[in-house]
């Protein structure tokens, strides 16, 4: 058996024969058994963990065992609510429920936006147990009728620190803590994110009851699969040596169809002017940013999955949690300012069990990152450049001086 967990004749067959999984990831391993208990959980992980299947087996195994008995009436009240931040997870994590669920009757069914409503809701009409959703969207067919969650059973909150990032704390609220919805202890909730922040902790003791935490390795943290590369750059510089690299990556068979490219910047002008630039330089590029519309969010993305454009440069909003295999190599054309995110980006590499390559562009403007990356390469036992350190000991005696003189009573004049 795939874990020491039996969830139900098909289902075992699926992740055996579908998925050919033949071990759990560590998040599963710890978080299956405790969700097949029946508690609330909170867990620390990332998209790339296998936390999709840590949550989707249970829940889909706990249905399997109440669906038969659901009147035809109720079939239209959703089970159990995977609730996601944006509209391309909440694709995965569809994609990845009803392989799942593959030859059981469980319908999954979707509700984000970015699609029309009459779609989504016709196909909620042959019945609905497992619905995806973003918040807005699924607000929206709640206040229309179109959508009851007062029978749900199961509630994931997943990446909910993106949630929070991205302002979607009322709407959370008000569709967990709507009255006509189960109350807490009379779901089963289970709250996934990659960093742990005060707020997201704040969220976990309002949903969940006597929940069992489980943090696997450092919360968000990059696996030690990934090699992290620094380069100390100035920035008129970064073309030319991401031309290098790209060159070194082509001239070792290390960009094309199965090994992927993904650049990260700073700003949707600079993902544009950077796509560019490597087009007009003789690379294949797509770029991913929040002022492209759904199509072209879903044409760049599948034509970089089918590796036709071997390299993505993506802001970090369209970007966050996508589950694309085979990237090879994460760029960090524009570093972060800070480490969640770094750790974040980083993490699109190095995934199931593969190698990858982070490679970054450091400036003197990411001295504010420098103490926390360079502890970072210390827990993954990697070596930090001795400029790295230079920056972090710069940085941090620059704001103790700072600091000095806000409590003197200077006026403080220094952005950091
Ligand atoms: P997730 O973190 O859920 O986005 O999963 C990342 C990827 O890992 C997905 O493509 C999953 O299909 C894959 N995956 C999940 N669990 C396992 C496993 N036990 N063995 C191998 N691959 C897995």
Known sequence: MFIDVDFGGVVNETIRHICKYSQPTPIQRHAIPVLMGGRDLMACAQTGSGKTAAF???????????????????????????LSPTRELCFQ???????????????????CGGEPKSLQLK??????????ATPGRLIDFCEASKVSLKMIKYMVIDEADRMLDMGFE??????????ENPRVGRRQTM??????????????????SDHVFISVGRAGSSTHLIIQELMLVEDNEKPQRLKELLDYQIANGNLGKTALVLIFVATKRGANALECWLNSNGFSAVSLHGDKCQRERERAL????????PILVATDLASRGLDVAGIAQVVNYDLPRDIDTYVQRIGRTGRAGKRGLATSFFTSKNSCIAKALSELLKECHQDA????????????????????????????????
């Open 56 to 82: 989707c087996l249970p829940i889909i195994s706990g249905m399997l065992k109440d669906v038969s008995k659901r009147s035809p009436e109720e079939v239209m009240y959703p089970l159990a609510l995977i």
């Open 93 to 111: 994590i569809y994609e990845e429920a009803k392989k799942f669920s593959y030859q059981t009757s469980l319908k999954v069914c979707i509700a």
């Open 123 to 132: 196909s909620f009409e042959s019945g609905l147990d497992i619905l995806v």
């Open 170 to 179: 009322p709407q959370i609220r008000k569709i967990v803590e709507h009255t």
């Open 191 to 208: 709250l996934f994110s990659a960093t742990l922040p005060k707020k997201v902790q704040t969220l976990a003791l309002a949903f969940l």
């Open 302 to 309: 599948a034509s970089f999955k089918m590796g036709l454009t």
């Open 385 to 416: 450049p001795n400029w790295l350190y230079q920056y972090a000991k710069r940085y941090m005696s620059f704001r103790t001086a700072d600091y000095l003189r806000i409590s003197r009573g200077y006026e403080y004049s220094v952005s950091t």
